[in-house]
């Protein structure tokens, strides 16, 4: 099982990480939270993990598509 912790909060859901979004400014603890998981491979991971194997797939296709410079 991956775990993600953003902003130092166990992130158990996909309502919880949809909050995250939405809150979302580039820069911030959040944000860099995110851009590591999602670099890693976590954030899909998480995503398949629960079901979410089409917003996975994006998030996949999105990561492949830009180089570590662009990060």
Known sequence: MTNLYINS?????INQLEQYFHNLSEGSDIYLDLLD???SGDLTKWLKEHN????????????????????
């Open 9 to 13: 909060e166990h992130c158990l859901n």
């Open 37 to 39: 998981y999602a670099k």
């Open 52 to 71: 979410e194997n089409l917003l996975a797939s994006k998030v996949n296709d999105v990561d492949n598509s830009i180089g570590d410079s662009e990060y």
